[in-house]
């Protein structure tokens, strides 16, 4: 992988990988060159609507494809370990969606394999990757809040009550923490790292998994992190960052291209307005190509580590707050 377009491979053909395909569109760093489903008919389907060139009748015919640099894994959560799995077997680099794994358990074994056989692995958390959040980064970066004292963020959508519906269902992983609640424990972790106390209630919904799901985070410098998902209301999806001499302000949704606002103790607010074109999916992908074009296993800015160390983050407020494992 050098100077071409990087040819991905789609694993699934449900809504994200319709998105993805889409906002890929966007960016000239790569393009899908082939979609795998478990089945023919979805495949066609997926191919001829997103004009591509190979559709295969499954995820092993997809992975084994020579005609592909990477594999893009957009099935439920439960799904995603052997899904990896399998493309990594396959020697393809893979991207997978978030969260990356339903535990910390199954992630490291992904993590481990990746390593084993040299092959690049990133968690599709595509938010790390937005313009908003290297403005973020840049702001933190030069120290501009002073101490981190708060980070507050919360994901709260709407949905009708479909038992069917993966995000109620159990067998597709459902539940608010690991869809949701994943933006904001990530958020958290990329701004102050790994919590050394947590804190945490869930309610269940009508089919058990977690409807609603809030957090408090501690950490060793003495910040704490307010975090909140639900399933049940779409809430203001917003984010801070509030530091001893400033605090950043990201307008909902703070996990898609968003204005961002740097706002001093005294005196004026910077204000930097998002004019994002598409959906925001694609600069992970650039991300990729790049990351693959240098020769490297991941991404410093979403690394293995802290993908696992989010799981297990995840892990823990599921055990405190009586949740699934
Ligand atoms: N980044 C984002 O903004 C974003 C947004 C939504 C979802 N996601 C993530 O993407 C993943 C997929 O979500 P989605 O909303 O795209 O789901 P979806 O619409 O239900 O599609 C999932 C796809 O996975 C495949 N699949 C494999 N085993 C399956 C099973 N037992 N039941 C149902 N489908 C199965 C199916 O493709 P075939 O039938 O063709 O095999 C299906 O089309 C989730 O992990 C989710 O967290 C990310």
Not at 96 to 107: G, H, L, R, Y
Not at 205 to 225: C, I, P
Request: charged fraction near 20%; hydrophobic fraction near 45%; aromatic fraction near 6%.
């Amino acid at each position: 992988m050098t100077d071409r377009q990087l040819r991905w491979g789609i694993l699934g053909t449900g809504l994200i990988a319709a998105a993805f395909t889409a906002d890929l569109a966007l960016t000239d760093s790569g393009v899908v060159a082939a979609v795998g489903s478990r089945s023919q008919t979805a495949a066609d389907r997926f191919a001829s609507e997103h004009g591509v060139a190979r559709a295969h009748a499954s995820y092993e015919s997809l992975v084994n494809d020579p005609g592909i640099d990477v594999v893009y894994v957009a099935t439920p959560h439960p799904m995603h370990r052997d899904n990896a799995i399998l493309a990594l077997e396959a020697g393809k680099p893979v991207l997978v969606e978030k969260p990356f794994t339903m535990n910390a358990a199954e992630a490291r074994e992904v993590v481990t394999l990746a390593r084993e056989r040299r092959l690049f692995a990133m968690e599709a958390m595509w938010t790390r990757f937005l313009p908003h959040v290297a403005v973020v980064r840049d702001w933190l970066a030069q120290g501009t809040l002073g101490e981190i004292v708060t980070v507050s963020a919360d994901h709260g959508q709407w949905f009708a009550e479909d038992p069917q519906f993966r995000l109620f269902a159990p067998a597709l992983g459902g539940g608010a923490l690991l869809d949701l609640g994943v933006y904001p424990v990530s958020f958290a972790s990329m701004v102050l790292g790994s919590p050394s106390r947590i804190v945490a209630i869930s309610d269940p919904a009508f089919t058990g998994v977690d409807a609603q799901t809030s957090m408090l985070f501690g950490y060793q410098s003495g910040a704490q992190a307010v975090l909140t998902c639900t399933l049940r209301a779409k809430s203001p999806t917003r984010a801070a960052i509030v530091g001893t001499d400033a605090r950043i302000e990201i307008d909902g949704a703070f996990y898609a291209p968003a204005t961002v606002s740097l706002i001093p103790r005294d005196g004026e607010p910077t204000v930097v307005r998002s004019d994002h074109r598409g959906r925001g999916l694609r600069h992970q992908a650039d991300e990729v190509t790049s990351r693959l074009a240098a020769g490297e296993l991941e991404s410093p800015l979403m690394s293995l580590d802290e993908t696992v160390a989010i799981m297990e983050t995840m892990d823990t407020v599921r055990a405190q707050a009586g949740g699934r494992s």
